[in-house]
């Protein structure tokens, strides 16, 4: 079985090179990009990362947008940030983020949730229909307070 393709975008140099660092010792095959002006259209069919870690010290519109764009292409996305407001947070997650985690972080909470995102991550059929899907999930969470 190849490695999974795992694909870290942070622009502070650091980040990027910590968190594959701490990947190192697993089975994943590591990419890494500077900045959040990833070319997601110039993905080719069989190529595209299984995971993406997208690293940040907060969430703000460039972010976002990119967690979109990511999704049209229907990439397994989690988000590491160093600070996530509540209200960003369900952004993000309204986005179609499969998981949100504050830094710092162990190596084995690191593998944990990358783990998870690949075990719960479920093909969809169009970026709409994960928006919708999310959407219901929200509103299943506000309904219950």
Known sequence: MKP???LIIDYQEDWRRRIAEMLQTSDYEIETFAGYDYPVDQIQPGQEPDLVLLSCSHITSAELILVERLLTKNLTVVVLSTSIPWGEMRRVFLAG?????DKPYTQKHLVNIIETAF??????DSYESRQ???????KNVQDAF
Do not use: F
């Open 119 to 124: 075990q719960s991550a479920q093909p969809v």
């Open 97 to 101: 983020a499969e998981d949100v985690t």
């Open 132 to 138: 919708r899907e999310v959407m219901n999930s929200w």
């Open 4 to 6: 999974r393709k795992i």
